[in-house]
């Protein structure tokens, strides 16, 4: 940048934001003909946006509304992690959305999350009919571009230091069918006694919250789209949702440009397991997914499950 031109790094041209040429530093002509595209920009909170429309049309929506108190968090400039060309497939972060079952087996939650509403309005999904009816929501997903949550559901302990206010941000670019650039920036809440430097605490809680996406992207660089794919009961009704209401942002290809609104609820993760115990088919102990925390698998419950399977089983 060149005061309120943008300056070309090969031969110092300068352009104005209305895209025309205004300078070029070793000649006495300007190229007065000449226009170089022009975007939406939407700057705030330490984050400058950029608007892009494969047809060229204006902005028809608001960013997600960042963290405005500044004061209280690490500059994102610090914090900020951009991954380029990451070969991987744009729409796999906002299926995330879909996908509670792999916050237990890629990040290594303790359950699985369920129960609970979701909904979605034109581009914006939340966990909130409140959030859904914000022009400009605090939390959830927006479009194919960013994802807004708060803390870290699988946040190791860190004492004292409350990470709940920490925000973070997951933006992308898909730069063509299957390479995308990643920008992931966190609100980091200033430690006490860290004001200006990130303490070794919010430093954990840092490195924590990229490293889990960093688990999610040991799979997306190694997985292919598909149509129609198998889903399992508890989670194709979300899943096929998800990929109906984000056809709207690919207008070129498929003609939509807006969903319906609507909403839904998660599934309940609560059956009981089929177990093969001493080569013999019965049922087997009582498996609990609850995203509220109350239910866990009960490993006394199920040792106790077992030796009855196995007394059973021996008096036959």
């Not at 299957?178 to 070794?200: A, I």
Request: charged share 25%; net charge negative; aromatic share 12%.
């Amino acid at each position: 940048m060149g005061g309120d031109c943008i300056v070309c790094p090969f031969h110092a041209w300068k352009w104005s934001g209305a895209g025309r040429n205004v300078d070029i530093p070793y000649s006495r002509i300007l190229h007065n003909n000449s226009r170089i595209p022009t975007w939406h920009v939407w700057e705030e909170s330490g984050l400058i946006l950029l608007w892009h429309d494969a047809e060229g049309k204006e902005p028809y929506w608001e960013p997600m509304q960042f963290p405005v108190e500044l004061d209280k968090y690490h500059p994102v400039a610090r914090t900020n992690v951009v991954f380029r060309n990451k070969p991987m497939y744009g729409q796999w972060f906002i299926e995330n959305i879909a996908d509670p079952a792999h916050i237990k087996y890629v990040h290594k939650a303790q359950y699985i999350p369920s129960g609970g509403n979701y909904y979605w309005d034109g581009p914006n999904w939340t966990n909130s009919e409140e959030q859904r009816r914000l022009a400009r929501p605090t939390a959830g997903t927006q479009g194919m571009s960013m994802i807004l949550n708060h803390g870290r559901p699988t946040q190791i302990p860190l004492g004292d230091f409350d990470y709940s206010k920490q925000s973070n941000l997951a933006a992308e670019t898909q730069v063509d069918d299957c390479v995308t650039d990643v920008f992931l920036v966190t609100y980091l809440v200033k430690e006490e006694g860290y004001p200006d430097e990130l303490g070794p605490r919010a430093t954990k809680a840092w490195q924590t919250r990229n490293k889990n996406v960093m688990l999610d992207f040991n799979l997306f660089d190694h997985m292919l789209y598909r149509d129609g794919p198998v889903w399992p009961p508890e989670e194709s009704k979300k899943w096929n949702e998800v990929r109906r209401w984000a056809r709207q942002f690919y207008p070129v290809d498929t003609g939509i440009r807006e969903q319906p609104a609507g909403g839904g609820s998660n599934t309940v993760f609560e059956r009981a397991e089929d177990a093969v115990v001493g080569g013999r088919r019965g049922k087997g102990p009582s498996t609990v997914f609850s995203g509220s925390g109350t239910g866990r698998f009960d490993a006394q419950a199920a040792a106790a499950a077992k030796a009855a399977t196995e007394a059973s089983t021996a008096s036959d």
